[in-house]
């Protein structure tokens, strides 16, 4: 049953579909009740692809990690099943004191002021829902340093060990985020894990998200971050992954396109993944939102947080908003403008802490 008159954005319920597929896209087959394959088990303690000083890898390479690409391969798995991961207690900001949309442009003096009262504005939002804010010393020539969970993704282990990986841009220009945040994870007792391989893409917390209160990963490639890397995170935090691949350009990644709401229900912009993809989010969640694709373009919903059934997101998602409230959520508008011409929104300010 749809709850909304909108084609393109909206909610269902499983077994329907508030989409039609492109005329170049197949429509993906929904496999029997239950899936069908097995989960592919991975792992080379030989290679990893993260290192950890002081860590060994054949003690990580001996977990049984679990990457799932398809549908069809979720044979005996249920979110249920994974183990609770508990709630973030607090976030790590930084201020955008050096912040500029793109590395060439120099902003003007209203252009800075604007984003200091923006982002002044989504740190008062979250001290308001009792998640307290850490910061980070902003540092110059680090434009984007602002943005702390593009190149962190963080977590805790079974036994509650504190783990950060360590994002590793395609870019050379932003690698000195990845350095500054290495630092203050370090200082504030975390295990620390980051690429070994210098070639590897990954966009940590930009192309990661945890699926709502369950020790179970999802994480987008494609573009940004390489497969690759997922293996040695499903390692670390010792959690099975949900691998989902980009092809729309227009979202080049997850945060971008995809919001975890609750553990029911997600926000995701169905033109961003391809058929298999989006046969595997549909298998998990029994509500899915589709964004209006152009809000999502210009707006970015799917870059909102949820702090405790709110959904602190950008004023100007208007649409969107609507059915998040539809399914319940509190919504907490804030400007995100100067951000957004950055192509991030709320989400990508606040890196999660445990």
């Known amino acids: 049953m749809w709850r909304s008159s909108s084609r393109r954005a909206c909610c269902r ?14 429509r993906p087959r929904r496999p029997p009740a239950g899936g069908r394959g097995t989960s592919s088990k991975r ?11 002081g860590t060994s890898f054949s003690t990580l390479g001996a977990m049984k990690a679990r990457l799932y690409r398809s549908a069809e391969e979720l044979k005996g798995f249920s979110v249920k099943n994974c183990p609770t991961m508990p709630a973030p207690t607090s976030v790590l900001m930084c201020a955008p004191d050096h912040f500029a949309a793109s590395p060439d442009h120099v902003p003007s003096e209203p ?8 982002w002044d504005g989504v740190r008062a939002a979250f001290e308001a829902l009792g998640r ?7 540092a110059p020539g680090l434009p984007h340093m602002t943005f702390t969970a593009t190149h962190s993704l963080t977590g805790v282990t079974p036994r509650m060990e504190k783990v950060c ?8 220009s932003r690698r000195g985020e990845a350095e500054r945040l290495e630092a203050w994870f370090r200082a504030a007792g975390y295990q620390v894990e980051k690429p070994r391989d210098p070639a590897l893409a990954f966009e940590a917390g930009a192309d990661c998200a945890w699926h709502p209160g369950r020790r179970l990963l999802w994480g987008a490639h494609g573009f940004r971050t390489d497969p690759e890397a997922y293996e040695p995170a499903a390692e670390a935090f010792e ?24 553990p029911e229900a997600v926000l995701i912009v169905p033109a961003a993944f391809d058929p298999v993809s989006l046969e595997l989010i549909l298998k998990i969640f029994p509500i899915v939102l589709a964004a209006d694709e152009r809000e999502a373009a210009s707006m970015m919903p ?9 959904a602190v997101l950008e004023a100007g998602a208007t649409a969107s908003a609507g059915h998040l409230h539809a399914i319940g959520l509190v919504i907490k508008p804030v400007e995100t403008r100067e951000f957004l011409k950055a192509g991030a929104s709320v989400a990508a300010l606040a890196a999660n802490l445990y």
């Open 13 to 26: 319920l499983r077994g329907e579909r508030p989409w039609s597929y492109p005329p170049t896209a197949r």
């Open 43 to 53: 792992g080379s303690p030989e290679l990893p692809n993260f290192r950890t000083p």
């Open 111 to 118: 252009e800075r002021n604007k984003a200091r009262a923006e």
């Open 132 to 138: 307290p804010v850490k910061l980070l010393d902003a």
């Open 165 to 172: 990986l360590l994002g590793q841009s395609r870019r050379p």
């Open 239 to 262: 959690a099975p992954v949900l691998l989902l691949k980009l092809v729309n350009e227009r979202f080049m990644h997850l945060g971008t396109c995809f919001r975890p709401l609750t």
């Open 302 to 310: 799917c870059g909102a947080a949820v702090v405790d059934g709110t």
